[in-house]
T-cell receptor
Framework: EAGVTQFPSHSVIEKGQTVTLRCDPI?????LYWYRRVMGKEIKFLLH????????ESGMPNNRFLAERTGGTYSTLKVQPAELEDSGVYFC??????????FGQGTRLTVV | GDSVTQMEGPVTLSEEAFLTINCTYT??????LFWYVQYPGEGLQLLLK???ADDKGSNKGFEATYRKETTSFHLEKGSVQVSDSAVYFC?????????????WGLGTSLAVNP
């Protein structure tokens, strides 16, 4: 069974540009989470989808971040325009009804 | 709000040494507690968990006991190996509600030398 897959693994963009991160969940996992780890700080929750619906987006830093999960399958997280402080590792995790969350390898975003 | 405090690293040990990574938490309810590990170049993996007070989670020679009286969940291993070199994260999950998001510690980097 394929695990949680994230694309790209690493992205370097200039300040002001747009970047879109993608997460492909484990098949059948309705719950999808985005987390972020900024260097030197703890991993922080960003938001939670149940199927295509946003269950909790209280961790989204500001309106430059937009997450979608069309059709309840893969999810994208778009940052527009990117700022230097957006640099970090973005993790996606998915969970079935009674399982613990499985994490992807993360996308390392560097904004220069 | 809920929080996790984890001992800062990096921790450097020789092979076969005893490992302890301290983790304490603050929570209003009855959280579940976790240790995750991130090996170089890989994603986060669940190492072990405990869901209620006095539970002991164990996996790959690692252990941690949920201590409600001291609000702690310290990670231990009796004899570390070079392959244990990784970053270890302590986390809690508030079991109230349907969100089940994780609250994380800072992470502790462990390097084991041969």
């Amino acid at each position: 069974e394929a695990g949680v897959t994230q694309f790209p693994s690493h992205s370097v963009i200039e300040k002001g540009q747009t970047v879109t991160l993608r997460c492909d969940p484990i098949s059948g996992h309705d719950n999808l989470y985005w987390y972020r780890r900024v260097m030197g700080k703890e991993i922080k929750f960003l938001l939670h989808f149940v199927k295509e619906s946003k269950q909790d987006e209280s961790g989204m830093p500001n309106n430059r971040f937009l997450a979608e999960r069309t059709g309840g399958t893969y999810s994208t997280l778009k940052v527009q325009p990117a700022e230097l402080e957006d640099s970090g590792v973005y993790f996606c995790a998915t969970r079935g009804g009674s399982t613990e969350a499985f994490f992807g390898q993360g996308t390392r975003l560097t904004v220069v | 709000g809920d929080s996790v405090t984890q001992m800062e690293g990096p921790v450097t040990l020789s092979e076969e040494a005893f490992l302890t990574i301290n983790c304490t938490y603050t929570a209003t309810g009855y959280p579940s507690l976790f240790w995750y590990v991130q090996y170089p170049g890989e994603g986060l993996q669940l190492l072990l968990k405990a869901t209620k007070a006095d539970d002991k989670g164990s996996n790959k020679g690692f252990e941690a006991t949920y201590r409600k009286e001291t609000t702690s969940f310290h990670l231990e291993k009796g004899s570390v190996q070079v392959s244990d070199s990784a970053v270890y994260f302590c986390a809690l999950r508030d079991n109230a509600g349907n969100n089940r998001k994780l609250i994380w510690g800072l992470g502790t980097s462990l390097a084991v030398n041969p």
